[in-house]
T-cell receptor, first 114, second 111 residues
Framework: DVKVTQSSRYLVKRTGEKVFLECVQD?????MFWYRQDPGLGLRLIYF???????EKGDIPEGYSVSREKKERFSLILESASTNQTSMYLC?????????????FGNGTRLTVT | LAKTTQPISMDSYEGQEVNITCSHN???????ITWYQQFPSQGPRFIIQ???TKVTNEVASLFIPADRKSSTLSLPRVSLSDTAVYYC????????????FGKGTRLSVIA
C-alpha cells in the first residue's frame, strides 16, 4: 500500500513565523500535491510538483511556497504565517506514468496560526 | 479543467441506496471521472473511477451517460459508517495535470 506521511498531525504557530509542512511518500511517485481544506470550500489546490525541482501553482498559491529537492519529499512553506492560513493541509501523491492512477492522500496537518 | 458541481449535502437512512450526482458539462475527451471518500480527520481515499458507461467494484457503482456531462456514484444499502464527504474529480488522469476538486457532498446516514 502507498503511504503518504505528513510530519505533524497538529501544529500551532504564531503570526509571522516561518512554517514548514513536510510530506513524504514511499512509492516513487512523480506527482505530488498540496491542498488546503476549509469548511464549505472543499479541497483547494495550493501547489503541485510533477517531478524533482519542478513546481506549478495551483488555485491559491499566494502566501505559500514549496520545495521538492528529492522525489519522495514535498514541503509546503508559509514564509510568514497569518491567521487566515489556519486550516487543514493535505498532501497527496500520484504515479503519473500509470494510466488512471488515483491520488493517495496523507491524513492531514491541522495548522492553527494565532 | 473540467469544473464539477455536486449537491452540498444529502441525508439517508441506513439500508437505503444512495445516489450522488456530479455535473461536469465541460469534460474533455481524455478526462476520467474519479470519486473519493473522506472521513473526518482523514485524507480522502479513492473509491471508484470510470470513463464511460458503468463501473462496479466492491464498494460502489459509477454510472456515466453517453454524453459524459454528468456521473452518478451509487452506494448500495448504506450504513452509518458511510457517513463521509464524497468528492467527484474530473481530470486527465495521466501526465502532469493539476487535479482540482469541487466542494464535495456531505452524506449523513441516519439510523
Amino acid at each position: 500500500d502507498v503511504k503518504v506521511t505528513q510530519s505533524s498531525r497538529y501544529l500551532v504557530k504564531r503570526t509571522g513565523e516561518k512554517v514548514f509542512l513536510e510530506c513524504v511518500q514511499d512509492m516513487d511517485h512523480e506527482n505530488m500535491f498540496w491542498y488546503r481544506q476549509d469548511p464549505g470550500l472543499g479541497l483547494r489546490l495550493i501547489y503541485f510538483s510533477y517531478d524533482v525541482k519542478m513546481k506549478e501553482k495551483g488555485d491559491i498559491p499566494e502566501g505559500y511556497s514549496v520545495s521538492r529537492e528529492k522525489k519522495e519529499r514535498f514541503s509546503l512553506i508559509l514564509e510568514s504565517a497569518s491567521t487566515n492560513q489556519t486550516s487543514m493541509y493535505l498532501c497527496a501523491s500520484r504515479d503519473h506514468g500509470t494510466a488512471n492512477s488515483p491520488l493517495h492522500f496523507g491524513n492531514g496537518t491541522r495548522l492553527t496560526v494565532t | 479543467l473540467a469544473k464539477t458541481t455536486q449537491p452540498i449535502s444529502m441525508d439517508s437512512y441506513e439500508g437505503q441506496e444512495v445516489n450522488i450526482t456530479c455535473s461536469h458539462n465541460n469534460i474533455a475527451t481524455n478526462d476520467y471521472i474519479t470519486w473519493y471518500q473522506q472521513f473526518p480527520s482523514q485524507g480522502p481515499r479513492f473509491i471508484i473511477q470510470g470513463y464511460k458507461t458503468k463501473v462496479t467494484n466492491e464498494v460502489a457503482s459509477l454510472f456515466i451517460p453517453a454524453d459524459r456531462k454528468s456521473s452518478t456514484l451509487s452506494l448500495p444499502r448504506v450504513s452509518l459508517s458511510d457517513t463521509a464527504v464524497y468528492y467527484c474529480l474530473v481530470a486527465l488522469n495521466s501526465g502532469n495535470t493539476p487535479l482540482v476538486f469541487g466542494k464535495g457532498t456531505r452524506l449523513s446516514v441516519i439510523a
